[in-house]
Nanobody
Framework: QVQLVESGGGLVQAGGSLRLSCAAS????????MGWYRQAPGKQRELVAD???????NYADSVKGRFTISRDNAKNTVYLQMNSLKPEDTAVYYC???????????????WGQGTQITVSS
């Protein structure tokens, strides 16, 4: 199985910065794409950013130019640097990873437990 452990959430004022980390651990063959999603109260979970194992990134339009996703493949860890935070960024942020448990296993989707980000105005 793949366990994803997130850290770095909290309360910040508008215009501030936070950095999220998510480390994958457990017994698996490989970790593929990793990403961050968020869910605000009363809204659906949405993609914030993702990154392939080769480093190709993808961002939601709402965070382009403010957030940066990166990863350390040796540590199976993904990061999300969030700058110029806005109150509308307030949500629970979830780490996501595609993992293969064995060399011939299909990729499965794994989620972290979520971390709260609150941006005050």
């Amino acid at each position: 199985q793949v366990q994803l452990v997130e850290s770095g959430g909290g309360l910040v004022q508008a215009g501030g910065s936070l950095r999220l980390s998510c480390a994958a651990s457990g017994s698996f063959f490989s970790i593929g794409a990793m990403g961050w999603y968020r869910q605000a109260p009363g809204k659906q979970r949405e993609l914030v950013a993702d990154i392939t194992s080769g480093g190709t990134t993808n961002y939601a339009d709402s965070v382009k130019g403010r957030f940066t996703i990166s990863r350390d493949n040796a540590k199976n860890t993904v990061y999300l640097q969030m700058n110029s935070l806005k109150p509308e960024d307030t949500a629970v942020y979830y780490c996501n990873a595609q993992g293969r448990l064995r060399v011939l296993s299909p990729a499965s989707n794994y989620w972290g437990q979520g971390t709260q980000i609150t941006v005050s105005s």
